[in-house]
């Protein structure tokens, strides 16, 4: 049984026009993973992983450099309890 973990991301910086949630919804299906990315109104990106615990370490290294163009300064992490997300979706 592996061990599957949810992890609920915010993401601060120069981290919206820069293409991050569409990024993050890559390298989030290329690790397996699902959740979801929005904007948010304070110029933060909100992420929601779920998923094996290596791989959403794995996204959460990424978060906290971001896409090229992106300059991340920061990323508050909560962890919760798993709630059986399914694909990965970018929100509006």
Same mark, same amino acid.
């Given at each position: ?24 919804? +890559? ?5 397996? *993973?699902?959740?979801w990315? %929005? ?6 990106v @909100?992420? !929601?992983?779920?998923?094996? +615990? ?5 996204? *959460?290294?990424?978060?906290? %450099? ?6 991340? @300064?920061? !990323? ?17």
């Open positions: 049984m592996p061990d599957v973990v949810r992890l609920h991301a915010k993401i601060h910086g120069f981290v919206q026009g820069v293409s991050f949630r569409y990024y993050t919804q +890559r390298q989030a299906q290329a690790l397996g *993973l699902n959740g990315v %929005r904007n948010c109104y304070d110029g933060s @909100e992420v !929601v992983i779920e998923g094996e +615990r290596e791989s959403v370490h794995k996204l *959460l290294s990424w978060l906290r %450099r971001g896409p090229p163009s992106a300059e991340v @300064e920061r !990323v508050d992490v909560r962890w919760e309890k798993c709630q059986g997300a399914l694909g990965f979706e970018v929100r509006f």
